[in-house]
């Protein structure tokens, strides 16, 4: 697996704490290297979860972060915030994709982390919703799981006994591509399969199996599942970053 600098800086425990999928800051310096983020500006965070996304790009780029989230409240992620002292750069916010208090334009970058596809996998999002919270020549980012490749009935054999409803939004690098390429509203600056899936996947799996239920419920063992029965290697992370026309 590649190295991740800027990631190591930060403690082992406390990611874990706060992460909700696989390392989300490994998975956010690996598409920061294909953006341009500079001092002052003002970024979306969009699907932040427990927000340790968004303390690593205030720290890292110096950038001011409304951190946006559904299922963890803006008071639980305001405490993060503070105890992480960033609470002068990142903004908790609590709201659902498609209702967002946020004015046309009022973004230099939006990015999403293991989040984009609960919601915008549709074909409308992009042009009806991501694309205008960014101003002309701001910048678009996001990462997602998905698939190598696209397959007829939209799934690998392999994981046919394990796929749920909400897998139907794994998708291929290319489809993600042209999902927003074809709205001509963008243009695609980046669009790859993260190296090392399962290496990146395998300590959030691990982790699920010991810790998910305490938080979240059953199902800890789904991932652990999904990439076993993965045997043709089908599990994919997708970076895509695009550039507003
Ligand atoms: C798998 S978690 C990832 C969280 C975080 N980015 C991370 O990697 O730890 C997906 C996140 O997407 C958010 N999300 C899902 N559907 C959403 C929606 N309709 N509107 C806003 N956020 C949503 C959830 O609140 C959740 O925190």
């Not at 919601?119 to 694309?131: C, I, K, L, N, Q």
């Not at 939004?169 to 600056?189: D, N, Q, Y």
Request: glycine share 8%; net charge negative.
């Amino acid at each position: 697996m590649r190295p991740y600098p800027k990631t190591e800086k930060y403690d082992k425990s406390w990611i874990e704490q706060n992460w909700m999928g696989p390392n989300p800051l490994w998975l956010l310096e690996d598409l920061c290297d294909h953006m341009d983020l500079h001092p002052g500006m003002k970024v979306l965070d969009m699907g932040c979860g427990k927000g340790i996304t968004s303390v690593f790009l205030a720290k890292e780029y110096d950038v001011t972060v409304f951190a946006n989230d559904l299922w963890i409240s803006a008071t639980d992620n305001l405490r993060r915030f503070e105890d992480a002292g960033v609470a002068d750069k990142v903004f908790p916010i609590h709201a659902e994709a498609h209702q967002l208090p946020y004015a046309e334009g009022f973004f230099d970058v939006a990015i999403s982390i293991d989040s984009y596809y609960y919601y915008g996998a549709g074909e409308t999002y992009f042009p009806d919703v991501f694309s205008k919270l960014v101003k002309p020549g701001g910048q678009f980012g996001i990462v997602v799981p998905g698939l190598r490749k696209e397959f007829e009935k939209g799934y690998p054999d392999t994981l046919e006994k394990l796929w749920i409803p909400e897998l139907f939004a794994f998708h291929s690098a290319r489809w993600w591509r042209t999902l927003w390429e074809k709205t001509g509203l963008c243009e695609i600056t980046s669009c790859y399969d993260i190296d090392d899936p399962k290496a990146i996947w395998l300590p959030w799996a691990d982790w699920s199996l010991e810790n998910f239920d305490k938080e979240w419920g059953e199902g800890g063992d789904f991932d652990t599942k999904i990439l076993e029965a993965d045997t043709d290697n089908d599990i994919a992370l997708i970076a895509l970053a695009a550039r507003k026309k």
